[in-house]
């Protein structure tokens, strides 16, 4: 969550370095624990999907 608070090009770089399952992994428990968060990072970032690979 820190972060996604750094900006969409921080949470990609993160993102980048796990494997795919462990990209997905952390998006459903960030979307569960921080709704409201996971919305402004799919708001800031529509193609959010295309990261995940």
Known sequence: MERVESGVEAAKE?????????????????????PVMFGQLVAAAPDWVNWMG
């Open 14 to 34: 993160f993102l980048s370095t796990l494997s795919s399952d462990e990209r997905w992994g952390v998006m459903v428990a960030f979307e569960e624990q921080e």
